[in-house]
Structures are given as C-alpha cells and as structure tokens.
C-alpha cells in the first residue's frame, strides 16, 4: 500500500521558518515534519510514499534523495 502526502502550500503563518525552506521540511526535534509524519506511517506498516510537492518541492526532493548523507553525522 502506498501513501500520498500533500507537502505543499507556501506557509504563510509559518513565515520565520518557511523563506528558506517549505512548510513540511521545518524541523521538530532536528527533522523535518514531514520526516516524523512518514515515520508514523512507517510504523503502521506503510512504507511507499508518493509525495506531491508544490512550493520549494526540490528542497523536498534533495533531503530525501541525500537522506543517508544527511543522517551519518
């Protein structure tokens, strides 16, 4: 089973965090939200996800396809 999660909008009551980045990448805890709502997914067993980005969409893309680069600090 797959997930689809909307990961666009600009975030405009977020407007400190989100001039740089999109909304679902500002970070919780050092991840971004958008990391912690796939976790929850991932948890319940669901672990394909298609993710529909709009605003900034390859910050998005970048994070997740250099994830492991991001991870071995």
Do not use: Q
Not at 6 to 32: H, N
Not at 46 to 69: M, P, Q, R, S, T
């Amino acid at each position: 089973m797959k997930a689809v999660l909307l990961a666009g909008g600009f975030g405009t009551r977020l407007s400190e965090e989100t001039t740089i980045r999109p909304k679902p990448m500002v970070e919780i805890g050092g991840r971004p939200i958008l990391w912690h709502i796939m976790k929850l997914y991932s948890h319940h067993g669901i672990h394909d996800f298609v993710v529909c980005c709009g605003y900034k969409g390859y910050v998005i893309k970048e994070y997740f396809a250099n994830y492991f680069l991001h991870m071995s600090d």
